[in-house]
């Protein structure tokens, strides 16, 4: 047996707007060597390998290309191949009436189960020896709510108390934050400045220093140190002035009430 064979220009096959379906259906009505190819739809299905309605499609998607023409004489249709060339067939070459599929081509019923299209012609294609993956639907996860952020437990406070916070001596454990910042403002209500209670910070820390006591248990509790008992002020050079001239004069009061008791 002969090998198949069907002329068409070379300009064909860098043309991609044909699917490979479309150009096997040109190849078989190539391979008759008149222009008009006075064929029906089942003599070019034989050359091809396609059903019949397929070879329909074909040939108008052919038609919409430019590459065949419809014409009719005597009631008779036909394909007339528009591809700039007469085909001719050299002599002593036989024509086979039907070209074999190509091999790794699997040919079944259905047209989109049976091509190995061009990737723009939106054909599934099918390939022997080949394990197709059935694409997966991937259940749509609905996105989780952000959460709502955490409520923060840091207070507002002033600009003076975070600079007492930050010189203040730190001890073993947790301090409790709120509870010396309300101290503090009850200590600004009587009349105490920011001033007094920060520079006590600062006389305190050097002493925990010197004693070895910072960062221990030892260290007084900031609510404490601001608290009733003032001991802010301990070592406040005014502060002990004035306390001793206080005591002096209350010295000098008590010892005259008892000298006009006698």
Same mark, same amino acid.
Request: charged fraction near 20%; aromatic fraction near 10%; hydrophobic fraction near 35%.
């Given at each position: 047996m002969s090998?198949?064979?069907?002329?068409?220009?070379?300009?064909?096959?860098?043309?991609h707007r044909l699917s490979l379906r479309q150009y096997r259906v040109l190849i078989a009505l190539c391979s008759w060597s008149?222009?008009?190819?006075?064929?029906t739809r089942e003599q070019i299905s034989e050359r091809c390998g396609y059903k019949e309605n397929v070879i329909t499609d074909c040939i108008a998607q052919l038609v919409t290309l430019g590459y065949v023409e419809r014409v009719q004489k005597d009631g008779r249709r036909a394909y007339r191949k528009t591809l700039g060339i007469q085909v001719e067939v050299p002599p002593g070459i036989q024509v086979p009436e039907q070209l074999p599929t190509p091999p790794g081509i699997q040919v079944g019923d259905h047209p989109? =189960?049976? /091509?190995?299209?061009?990737?723009? =012609?939106? /054909?599934?294609p099918t390939v022997q020896g080949i394990n197709q993956v059935e694409p997966k639907n991937t259940p749509v996860v609905p996105k989780k709510p952000k959460p709502k952020p955490k409520p923060s437990n840091r207070i507002e406070t002033s600009p003076e108390f975070e600079e007492f916070w930050t010189v203040y001596p730190k001890r073993l454990g947790s301090p409790n934050r709120l509870r010396a910042y309300q101290v503090w403002c009850q200590r600004l209500v009587e009349g105490y400045t920011p001033e007094q209670m920060i520079e006590g910070?600062?006389?305190?820390?050097?002493?925990?220093?010197?004693?070895g006591s910072l960062g221990t248990k030892y260290v007084k509790?900031?609510?404490t140190f601001l608290g009733p008992d003032l001991h802010f002020l301990e070592g406040d050079i005014e502060v002990e002035a004035q306390r001793d001239v206080a005591l002096t004069l209350f010295d000098k009061f008590a010892a005259q009430l008892t000298n006009n008791t006698h």
């Open positions: 090998t198949p064979f069907a002329y068409f220009p070379i300009t064909v096959n860098t043309d008149s222009e008009e190819v006075w064929a989109e =189960s049976r /091509c190995l299209d061009h990737p723009d =012609s939106g /054909c599934t910070a600062k006389r305190y820390h050097a002493l925990c220093l010197a004693d509790q900031a609510a």
